[in-house]
Each structure stands twice: as structure tokens, then as C-alpha cells.
């Protein structure tokens, strides 16, 4: 862990006891604005650590829903027909990506875990 995501990491902590966004400022030399956004990048920073760990130990079939894709992604592939990571490679890449830029929430960026992923079972 970085030494931001440990700043952000006792935030959340000081906020879950309790603490009002201007202690928290005050006790990180930082506005309450600045308290709060660093608290929010923080939760941000702990569904990607989550996951990248769902990720790392999925198996061919892992649900779709326990991959730890961004809501819009989940949808889309559930939408689509996929119900596990074997249903997803199932497509030709080029066709999935192709069917997933249709939705109005997915960019490229979207599809990067699942490009890893792909990355990962194929090599």
C-alpha cells in the first residue's frame, strides 16, 4: 500500500470513529473539503484492491457478479448472456468489445480488468 492509500486509509478509519471532517482536516493538515474527498478516494481505492484480489483467484467458473466490475460492465455482460468468466471468453474479443461500447456507461477504460483477465487465462 502507498503512502497515499494509508493517508486515505486512516481517514476512513477516523471517519468510522466517529470523527467530524474538520478534526479530520485539522489532524491531516487539509481542508474539511479536501477531508472528504480524500475520504471518498479512499473507499475508491478499497473496491479496486477487492477487486483486484476477486480477480486474481477467479476461475473459469467465477459468476460474473463476484468479479468486481464496475456496476455498468456487470450489467452489460449479464445483459449480454455471460453468467461466468467462461461465458465471457466465449466471445471473440473483438465481438464482446464491439457489444460492450454500445452501452451508454462503458469506455475502453471500463474494459481494461477485463482485458487483464483475458491476458492472465490465455497466456
Not at 503512502?3 to 476512513?12: F, G, K, N
Not at 477487486?51 to 449480454?80: K, M, N, R, W, Y
Not at 467462461?86 to 461500447?101: D, G, I, K, Q
Request: net charge positive.
Amino acid at each position: 500500500m502507498t503512502e497515499v492509500e494509508r493517508r486515505r486509509e486512516a481517514i476512513i478509519e477516523r471517519r468510522g470513529q466517529g470523527w467530524t471532517w474538520k478534526k479530520i482536516g485539522e489532524e491531516h493538515g487539509v481542508s474539511i473539503t479536501q477531508a472528504a474527498k480524500l475520504y471518498k478516494l479512499g473507499l475508491g481505492d478499497r473496491e479496486k484492491r477487492k477487486a483486484s484480489a476477486a480477480q486474481a483467484v477467479a476461475t473459469l467458473d467465477t459468476p460474473v457478479e463476484q468479479l468486481g466490475f464496475e456496476p455498468a460492465l456487470t450489467f452489460a455482460l449479464i445483459h449480454l448472456g455471460c453468467t461466468d468468466l467462461a461465458s465471457v471468453f466465449a466471445y471473440r474479443p473483438e465481438s464482446l468489445t464491439s457489444a460492450l461500447l454500445t452501452y451508454p456507461k462503458l469506455g475502453r477504460r471500463s474494459l481494461v480488468p477485463l482485458d487483464r483477465l483475458r491476458s492472465r487465462f490465455q497466456g
